[in-house]
T-cell receptor, first 120, second 111 residues
């Protein structure tokens, strides 16, 4: 199936630990994103990569470090986990090329199934 | 962080009724996307809008891109129980890769 996939689906860990979430898309898209969805279901963008280059870096603690080994993968590493990091993290991808100004289906964005992170 | 104003926040409707929800902003967007999210799942893209004034349908769903490029609405006609979920709008800021999401409309359909 063509899709955006994430692993793991659930992640339960202790405060202070370091953990990673992986994302892969086989849609041939150039741009990938990480979003955080809090308990009120608000979706906030965290990072975006276009062809392995970081293009969006919102106000996120530097304990969060994204890495894109190639344009089909975007991983999220979180150091020294805190209680407030508990949330659902979504990966997404979009066809976007080298410019953000293209119109049409290049701007459609597709989400993965999410990773529910619980920090105890 | 930025969020779009989305209303209503939640609504209960009877099966068969039509539903309307909208998103407004002070920012200008060059794309509007509408999503539905079921519990435990990721948002699923329903409709994409690319031009000011554009009206697009997908089955019982109809969405419009506002003329000012600052708003959009989604209509669901003849609602059914499986329409239950959270609906989000998302606007792509002009000239960027960044999407701003609405606060969500929680729809509950009474059979």
């Amino acid at each position: 199936d063509t899709a955006v996939s994430q692993t793991p689906k659930y992640l339960v860990t202790q405060m202070g630990n370091d953990k990673s979430i992986k994302c892969e898309q086989n849609l041939g898209h150039d741009t990938m994103y990480w979003y955080k969805q809090d308990s009120k279901k608000f979706l906030k963008i965290m990072f975006s990569y276009n062809n392995k280059e970081l293009i969006i870096n919102e106000t996120v603690p530097n304990r969060f470090s994204p890495k894109s080994p190639d344009k089909a993968h975007l991983n999220l590493h979180i150091n020294s986990l805190e209680l407030g990091d508990s949330a659902v993290y979504f990966c997404a991808s979009s066809p976007h090329g080298s410019s953000g100004s293209r119109t049409g289906s290049y701007n459609e964005q597709f989400f993965g199934p999410g990773t529910r992170l619980t920090v105890l | 962080g930025q969020q779009l104003n989305q209303s209503p926040q939640s609504m209960f409707i009877q099966e068969g009724e039509d539903v309307s929800m909208n998103c407004t902003s002070s920012s200008i967007f060059n794309t509007w996307l509408w999503y539905k999210q079921d519990p435990g799942e990721g948002p699923v893209l329903l409709i994409a809008l690319y031009k000011a004034g554009e009206l697009t349908s997908n089955g019982r769903l109809t969405a419009q891109f506002g003329i000012t490029r600052k708003d959009s609405f989604l209509n669901i006609s003849a609602s059914i129980p499986s329409d239950v979920g959270i609906y989000f709008c998302a606007g792509q800021l002009r000239g960027t890769y960044k999407y701003i999401f609405g606060t969500g409309t929680r729809l509950k359909v009474l059979a």
